[in-house]
């Protein structure tokens, strides 16, 4: 509590900055880019990994900066996969940080809830031990294509979960109110420029949008994935935009217009499940924080769209709102198949069936036939405990006497529904992937709600309406 204390004595007033926009660390995302799609060149990625790493050394939030988009956006880790398949560039990039980190002075302890930081922590011990487990002895796959799987691969994802939990320590404890913010805000943009990469992805394959195929480059490419995970994790900033947009008197401009490409890089991405969680992002938030001026941007949106005519947008959704029985709907989703329908049933046991039973794939990629396969009825109640607890955690910081703080406690509370409800069907909605892997909505989850206890302490330290997170 003491370092708290100082730092609020040291710093009588924090002003709150325009965001300014990242140039260099632009620049090296449109060449990366540029090399990862059209060129291919291992010698041109391995020149930019250098110069990337060379920018770390600049300064410490650059460092920070470097790292977040390392592990952000997904095509960065192409950059050196001619060289070795191994070498993520997101490893390399976290030694500068942890190096640089340990030599930055340290402004705070860990402000948060002890005793749910120790429940959060379980959580992510217990999945990564049965995501363990079930894949080297119980031949769960790392995915449809690839069956067989070493302990090197164990290791790094179990590597890759540390880079995290070590980026989230070591930027509240090491970063002041204001780089805290600018962090915020540079997720926000770093995915409006994965928006733009899609985009452009796109028009490149505009066909593709009237005739989409599983197989197409649309559907899954090694640039961002499969198009129900990147969807999913723009629905989840988005929704951090449209509240920030609703309490923050400057940057608006930055957050609407960040807002639109989103909104834009959903709209093409042929996911029905994206469509439907951006209408609950609006609808919730609306709710949520009383502003149902919200509802205006959603408005637009549809205005936009019909004015354009998206025959494919029409295309995607009238099979499902048309079908008029089960097994039409069912012949829509493989992942409702019969089979996933059974073993969805059978993975309601007290112990779970990881424990007797080898892995069966099928299309069901979400909560039924992994989490809950994994850790049974239990370990349903336990997430069900989890989630009920952070949920109640933001519940009272909302109710504390500050607007930002209660919109950035209203931010979480809507962000663990969608957690919760889209675990159902997608696999990188949790904390962690019942495979074992920290996605970028686990990071963002819980960068959101060490914000706001960050945030909640320096509020009762300093008794005013100073804090402008």
């Known amino acids: 509590m003491s370092t708290l204390v100082t730092e609020v004595s040291e710093k ?31 010698a041109v990625g391995a020149l930019i990994t250098i110069g990337l790493l060379a920018f770390q050394f600049t300064s410490y939030t650059n460092c920070l900066s470097v790292l977040l988009m390392s592990l952000w956006i997904p095509f960065f880790d192409l950059l050196m996969a001619d060289v070795s398949r191994a070498l ?95 962090v915020f805000n540079l997720i926000i943009f770093l995915t409006a420029l994965e928006a733009l990469a899609i985009l452009h992805l796109t028009l490149l394959n505009f066909e593709l949008l009237t005739r989409f195929r599983s197989d197409s480059i649309l559907w899954q490419n090694p640039y961002f994935g499969h198009k129900n995970d990147w969807s999913m994790v723009f629905i989840f900033v988005l929704l951090g935009a449209v509240i920030r947009n609703t309490y923050q008197n ?57 004015l354009i005519q998206p025959d494919f947008l029409i295309e995607r959704m009238s099979g499902m709102l048309n079908a008029s029985n089960q097994e039409e709907f069912q012949s829509l989703n493989r992942k409702i198949s019969d089979m996933a329908l059974d073993q969805a049933a059978s993975n309601f046991t007290i112990i779970p069936r990881m424990v007797y039973e080898d892995w069966e794939y ?66 990188h909605t949790h904390l962690m992937h019942y495979k074992g892997e ?14 706001a206890e960050t945030a909640a302490r320096y509020i009762r330290a300093k008794k005013d309406d100073y804090l402008h997170l």
């Open 12 to 42: 009588k007033v924090f002003r709150q900055q325009d965001f300014s926009i990242p140039y260099v660390l632009t620049a090296f995302f449109v060449c990366s880019w540029m090399v990862a799609f059209y060129t291919e060149s291992a």
């Open 88 to 182: 993520d560039v997101h490893r390399l990039f976290f030694l500068p940080f942890l190096l640089l980190s340990f030599r930055q002075p340290k402004l705070r302890i860990l402000t948060t809830n002890n005793k749910l930081l120790w429940l959060v922590l379980l959580s992510l011990l217990l999945l990564q031990f049965s995501a363990s487990f079930q894949i080297l002895f119980r031949g769960m796959p790392l995915s449809a294509e690839q069956e067989n799987v070493s302990v090197f691969q164990i290791l790094a994802y179990v590597y890759d979960n540390v880079i995290i939990l070590m980026l989230l320590y070591f930027s509240y404890t090491r970063l002041s109110l204001e780089r805290l913010n600018y």
């Open 250 to 306: 400057r940057n608006r401009q930055f957050y609407l217009i960040s807002i639109g490409i989103i909104l834009l890089g959903i709209s093409v991405s042929l996911s029905r499940q994206a469509y439907v969680w951006a209408l609950g992002v609006f609808i919730l938030s609306a709710l949520f924080s009383g502003k149902f001026k919200i509802f205006g941007y959603l408005t637009a949106l549809l205005i936009v769209l019909l």
């Open 362 to 427: 099928n299309w069901s990629e979400g909560f039924w036939n992994g989490f809950l396969h994994q850790q049974g009825i239990l370990g349903l109640g336990f997430v069900i405990f989890l989630y009920g607890a952070l949920f109640m955690r933001f519940w009272n910081l909302s109710r504390m006497p500050n607007r930002r703080l209660a919109a950035i406690a209203q931010m979480g509370m809507i962000m663990l529904i969608l957690m919760f409800f889209a675990n159902f069907t997608r696999r």
């Open 438 to 451: 920290i996605g970028q909505i686990g990071l963002l989850a819980m960068f959101i709600w060490l914000y």
